[in-house]
């Protein structure tokens, strides 16, 4: 093996270059039974070097967007070396499947590389370098949106805690400035969704493939559901959870007092209680989650505050900074790190619950000796971290080291409970719309995009909230998901994960140092099993069909009825 850098610093100004040569010698060394395992390890700490390279440069652009230096170090990543290392994976992958090597905690990996191979075409290389600096553009757009106001310059982002004020009015007006900077962009958002949309088109093409949707089906590994599940999916959440949904809705619209429900009052307290506060800054927000952990698991608030003493949680909401939250893993030093926009409302704590359930999932699968075999996919990875809100949640409270009184408490529980009902709606309405978008022609016309937009939230949310004269606002909802844009058909694992997060719930209130044991058992598995393997290692199952989502969505809302009634 080359000599590698001391650390994946070695890498930090790297061009494609200097990394070349490591996949050169990688390729050509002669690998036989005797000595696959020290060239799969070799492979793999090369790899993991490379990827935390790679992870800080991004890390680094996403916290400060305006940084031109940053924005060069992530292109180069992701434009440059980023293609080209893909298409040297394949060449080495093709290496590992051809020699026929396979153990029973490398049987997933495999199954991944021989996939891979067979979806990979050297005519998408260049595509995927396009792909990426239109992302970066993209995110460029989104940073740098302000809105007025009361002649303070805030981000869209900034807005969310207004929505949550008892003053209807203002409630109103805060809601319309989130999404004007939206709706005033549009035009330039849609032109690079076109362009993305083309290149992804292509890229499918290329690959052998009628659409992006069955290409990136198959590109995900998907191989335990397909894209007919996914529809099953949809028509589930119809018949087993919009009932339900709007029995809520009509709770909400009582204790609010109103004729119709608004898109502005549905984070509002509907009892006309001040807005859950839950803490007064950034260091006192990272400190009581620790508090929270250690009641989940000791060794849960372990991992966390390294994570803080090693400076790899950005947490606060600022102008520049892109939008979203995400947990990203650092392999080399097997460490996680944690982007969001906190602005001191409630849903904070859910976001930082949420990433930090993938962050324990980085620690509890790092053991595992190959970089391949420690992320099982999306949709156990989402497990995790849906999962972690839920096992959390009885901790928040200030007893136990957390936020709240307990009666706040309650009602934060209550809202976690009722935002994950909500959530099904508004996953399915996100994977309807790109099943549509990519198998049809009309979904490379801006104004087409956008009216199937409304026919589909329409479809998913009724009509028990009044949307009238508001289109512009429930349009520029889909502008303003980072999914579309950066990550292309990656939600639905989003709704299958949150049925298995909620059977680890179910699992808890029944026994839970048993579901916590269990839960951490199947996180340490990383990707060395097949999803259903991994679901009910973590005591839960896949559920596509009405029948096992009205099951879980039934318990929900008997919970739901004790808590804050």
């Not at 494609?16 to 070799?42: I, K």
């Not at 849903?347 to 595992?368: I, K, M, N, Q, Y």
């Amino acid at each position: 093996m080359l000599a590698l850098p001391e650390s994946p610093a070695g890498f930090k100004d790297a061009t494609w270059h200097d990394v070349a040569p490591y996949y050169d010698e990688l390729a050509t060394r002669r690998v036989q039974d005797g000595n696959v395992e020290q060239w799969l390890r070799d492979w793999s700490e090369f790899e993991s070097m490379l990827a935390e390279a790679a992870a800080l440069a991004n890390f680094a652009y996403v916290c400060n967007t305006a940084d031109a230096e940053r924005e060069a170090a992530r292109l180069r990543f992701e434009s440059d070396i980023g293609p080209k290392a893909d298409e040297q994976r394949i060449r080495l992958q093709r290496k590992v499947v051809e020699l026929g090597y396979v153990t029973p905690d490398l049987e997933t990996t495999v199954r991944r590389f021989r996939n891979q191979m067979e979806l990979f075409s050297e005519a998408n290389v260049p595509l995927f370098t396009q792909l990426a600096k239109l992302s970066t553009d993209w995110s460029k757009v989104i940073g740098a949106m302000t809105v007025d106001w009361e002649g303070q310059e805030k981000t869209p982002q900034q807005m969310w805690p207004y929505l949550e004020v008892n003053d209807r009015a203002v409630r109103e007006r805060a809601f319309r400035n989130m999404f004007k900077p939206y709706i005033e962009q549009r035009d330039t958002i849609a032109a690079l969704f076109d362009q993305m949309y083309d290149l992804r088109q292509q890229v499918a093409k290329n690959a052998g493939f009628p659409n992006f949707r069955d290409y990136t089906h198959r590109e995900k590994n998907r191989f335990d559901y397909t894209p007919d599940d996914c529809l099953r999916f949809h028509a589930a959440v119809e018949e087993a959870i919009v009932p339900v949904i709007r029995r809520l809705l009509e709770r909400r619209r009582s204790h609010l007092g109103v004729d119709r429900l608004r898109p502005w009052d549905l984070w509002v307290d509907p009892k006309g209680r001040k807005p859950l506060k839950p803490y007064e800054n950034v260091d006192d927000f990272i400190g009581r989650a620790g508090h929270i952990y250690e009641n989940v698991d000791p060794d849960f608030r372990g991992y966390f505050e390294r994570m803080a003493q090693a400076g790899l949680l950005d947490l606060d909401n600022r102008k520049g900074k892109a939008p979203g939250g995400f947990c990203d893993s650092l392999p080399y030093q097997k460490l996680p790190l944690i982007f969001m926009n906190a602005v001191a409302i409630d849903e904070d704590v859910r976001t930082l619950l949420h990433e930090s359930g993938h962050s324990f999932h980085v620690f509890e699968s790092a053991p595992l000796p190959y970089l391949f075999q420690r992320h099982p996919g999306a949709e156990m990875a989402e497990v995790a971290s849906m999962s972690m809100e839920l096992l959390a949640s009885p901790y928040i409270d200030q007893e136990h080291g957390g936020y709240y009184s307990e009666a706040d408490a309650e009602r934060s529980r209550r809202g976690l409970l009722e935002r994950a009902v909500h959530f099904f709606t508004h996953c399915a309405s996100v994977d309807a719309f790109q099943q549509w978008m990519y198998t049809t022609p009309e979904g490379r016309d801006a104004d087409a995009r956008d009216q199937k937009w409304l026919e589909l939230r329409r479809r998913f949310e009724g009509d028990e909230v009044d949307w009238s004269g508001l289109d512009a606002e429930r349009i520029a909802r889909w502008y303003y998901q980072p999914h579309f844009f950066d990550y292309p058909f990656y939600y639905i694992e989003y709704g299958i994960a949150q049925l298995g997060a909620l059977q680890v719930w179910r699992n808890c209130l029944n026994d839970r140092p048993s579901a916590v044991r269990r839960y951490r058992e199947a996180l340490a598995l990383g990707g060395t099993r097949p999803l259903p393997e991994l679901y009910e290692a973590a005591g839960a199952r896949l559920i596509f069909d009405s029948e096992g989502m009205r099951e879980i969505i039934g318990l929900v809302e008997e919970e739901l009825a004790t808590l804050d009634p």
